[in-house]
């Protein structure tokens, strides 16, 4: 029998790679777990009052594109937070954005470019489903190395002028997931000039933007309304995940054009899951409160200082501009790994399982993702333990 082969250049998934490498090994202590960016923090408090309220709506089939008043609370949230005003012809929901993202490649990514293969582009390291998305739709995915020496985003614009011809879409993660970089208003601009040099489009993944240290990420649909960029060249994607503490509720929305839009909704009216109504109900709630935002991101703030005090000192030691990672140097990222699991039981990403091989190069190998998502105090001891191990 048969199978395609598009995906074979596709390493496994980072957690079964990490399993396989750790779990023949004793932790040297009680495990610590610091690997997936899954949140801990308290969800909000509403949640099962919404959802028992409203727990008649699973006897029925929910909105493919969302409820209006849920399509209502995204539009307010996004004029509140980024001072741009979008009808809900420009708004979807989503099971969560790693859904959305794949999805909108398929119903916007064109079979040729030019004439040539379409190249699709992502920083690397990356997440992982641009990558899929990517070779589902026959494209070419162009690996962009996000190091230190470009500020760990993706320099697109030193790309040579006949592959951008070719590109049909660029991928961006804004607070970069793992680094926590945030793109600036003039990042975003030029990258959304250079998208209308090269007739491509932007996703932004901005799924991170409400857990920042210093200040609130500016998002590319707010950039996008101030230079006075087509509506269609841009498309950005949020999640409850991280803003709300719900990611088992699998909601968040795409933004964009309404062609894009109009697009991306006919491929998921065939192919796609709606939310349930209770969750859309839930959904709509979370996206009009900021209070429970707010005590979230306090959490997090605190525990950046955390992490200032103990790595205070450590050559090469960044906290993250946003997001919820550190991204800390090591020689190597799956020895020291497998040394922190062997020694003191704190559990962490290698990052060159984030990264593709590029030119003979893994950005992400000199580096090991560490998830700041555990209740406070059992973080510090993660980190102190993690600090004497590796940098003692």
Not at 63 to 85: C, F, M, Q
Request: charged share 20%.
């Amino acid at each position: 029998m048969a199978f395609p082969e598009r995906f074979q250049s596709l390493p496994d998934y980072a957690f079964p790679r990490l399993r396989k490498l750790l779990d023949p090994h004793k932790p040297g202590a009680e495990p610590i777990a610091m690997t997936i960016g899954e949140p801990r923090h308290p969800m909000p408090s509403f949640v099962a009052e919404v959802m028992a309220a409203n727990i008649a709506g699973f006897a029925v089939y929910p909105p493919n594109d969302g409820t209006p008043e849920l399509l209502a609370a995204i539009s307010g949230w996004i004029a509140r937070r980024y001072g741009v005003a979008l009808g809900e012809e420009r708004l979807m929901v989503l099971n969560g954005t790693r859904e959305g993202l794949f999805n909108a490649a398929v119903a916007l990514c064109p079979e040729t470019k030019n004439g040539k293969k379409p190249v699709v582009l992502m920083p690397n390291p990356f997440y992982q489903v641009y990558a899929v998305a990517a070779l589902a739709m026959g494209a070419e995915p162009v690996y962009v190395p996000a190091t230190a020496a470009t500020g760990f985003l993706p320099d697109y614009a030193s790309l040579p002028a006949d592959v951008l011809d070719r590109v049909a879409i660029a991928y961006l993660c804004s607070p970069a997931n793992p680094q926590g970089a945030i793109a600036s208003r003039g990042y975003l601009a030029d990258l959304l000039r250079l998208a209308e040099k090269h007739d491509f489009r932007v996703f932004s993944d901005e799924c991170y933007s409400e857990i920042w240290r210093v200040a609130p990420p500016v998002g590319a649909l707010q950039v996008a309304a101030e230079i006075g960029a087509d509506p269609e060249r841009v498309a950005v994607f949020h999640s409850l995940s991280k803003r709300s503490n719900l990611p088992g509720l699998r909601s968040g929305f795409v933004a964009g054009g309404v062609e894009s839009i109009a697009r991306i909704r006919k491929l998921r009216s065939f192919a796609g899951a709606p939310l349930p109504l209770p969750v859309q109900r839930v959904s709509e709630r979370a996206w009009a409160d900021e209070a429970h935002v707010d005590e979230n991101l306090a959490l997090y703030q605190e525990k950046f200082r955390i992490a200032d005090e103990v790595f205070a000192g450590v050559q090469g030691f960044q906290n993250p501009e946003g997001g919820f990672f550190l991204w800390l140097p090591v020689d190597d990222g799956e020895a020291a790994a497998l040394t922190l699991w062997k020694e003191t039981g704190v559990r962490v990403l290698p990052g060159a399982y984030l990264s593709r091989d590029a030119g003979g190069d893994n950005p992400g190998k000199g580096y090991i993702r560490v998830a700041l998502v555990a209740p406070k105090d059992e973080m510090q001891r993660g980190l102190i333990k993690l600090r004497d191990c590796l940098y003692g």
